[in-house]
């Protein structure tokens, strides 16, 4: 059984160049089973899906991008905080030809601008509308939605909504939207997952954002290793091989049997190798310590050859199914 099996939203955020949107979309692939419909929402501007995916950039819409692993149908939306405000103004003041003049004004980066919580309440807000929207009939129109959100660096903040509204309004629309908003987010609903390298910053990060989402009162949902390389040294050797410790001489037979020619140059640089390996793998041993004292769900997934294409996608979508995603 999965480990969230009643998560409607999953908001996945990691430090930058850890793979946090990849991770995203193999987890909207990984959900889509069994003939589930997964939104995949981002909110950054960057078109990080449309790229994956190698599809054209996407427009404010929901569109749908690939099969789930297992049958299922993945969408994508690009939440574009200009249009937001424009489908706000709509939806609560009935005013889209008023909010069409304030874009041509250039009114609509102005207001965003000076209130940046504003922003944070309209991004989060159209996922969330996403997230419990209904279809004809009863039920969820998604059965999940995936948010690739913002870095660490920034995610409680930006998940906060409450806080960075209470200088903007106390009652009104907004105020409204930002408490539906913290419903959701701070609920049983909601889990916000974290990615990570088996390296120091961005564990270190990852461990900041799991207090800083705590203090706040948002719910953490399992830790995503990415990138994680099989090591190819024995365990047992790897202190000596760290510390230069190596057996030239063994290495350069070894070498021979395997019909190479041997020089000095390249065994050392051989020998080199094996030993910023081996400390490498050292290193990630730490961190995967330093991440298992957060006592939270731990999926591992592995470094995809080049870069990653839809197969990798699928790939570590299994992966993600193995681990508790299903």
Do not use: C
């Not at 994956?52 to 994508?76: H, K, N, Q």
């Not at 909010?99 to 041509?104: N, P, R, W």
């Amino acid at each position: 059984m999965s480990r969230f099996a009643g998560v409607k939203l999953h908001v996945v955020s990691g430090k930058g160049g850890t793979g946090k949107t990849t991770v995203a979309a193999a987890l909207a692939l990984a959900l889509a089973s069994e003939g589930r419909h997964v939104l995949l929402t981002e909110v950054e501007g960057r078109q990080g899906i449309a790229q994956l995916f190698d599809t054209a950039p996407l427009p404010y819409e929901e569109r749908r991008i690939a099969s789930g692993v297992g049958g299922g149908e993945v969408y994508a939306l690009a939440v574009d905080p200009e249009a937001a405000l424009l489908e706000y103004l709509e939806m609560f003041y009935n005013l889209r030809r008023a909010g069409s003049a304030l874009k041509k004004l250039g009114a609509i980066d102005f207001a965003t601008t000076i209130a940046p919580g504003l922003r944070d309440v309209l991004l989060t807000g159209k996922v969330m509308e996403a997230a419990t929207r209904e279809r004809r009939g009863g039920g969820r129109l998604y059965d999940a939605v995936v948010l690739d959100a913002p870095p660490t660096g920034r995610i409680a903040r930006f998940l906060n909504v409450n806080s960075e509204v209470a200088g903007l309004a106390r009652m009104g629309p907004v105020r409204q939207q930002a408490d539906s908003v913290m419903n959701l987010l701070r609920s049983s609903r909601t889990a916000v997952h974290l990615v990570t390298l088996l390296e120091e910053m961005p564990v270190q990060e990852t461990v900041d954002a799991v207090t800083e989402l705590g203090e706040v009162g948002l719910p953490t949902g399992a830790v995503l290793v990415n990138m994680v390389r099989e090591p190819l040294l024995p365990a047992a050797s790897l202190d000596d091989i760290a510390a230069g410790r190596i057996d030239t001489g063994e290495l350069a037979r070894g070498l021979k049997r395997a019909g190479l020619d041997i020089t000095d140059t390249l065994v050392s640089a051989l020998a080199g190798e094996a030993a910023d390996h081996a400390g490498r793998v050292l290193l990630e041993r730490r961190e995967r310590t330093t991440l298992g004292e957060l006592k939270l769900p731990m999926v591992e997934l592995p470094l995809l050859p080049g870069s990653a294409e839809l197969s990798g996608l699928y790939e570590l979508a299994r992966r993600l199914q193995a681990g508790g995603f299903a």
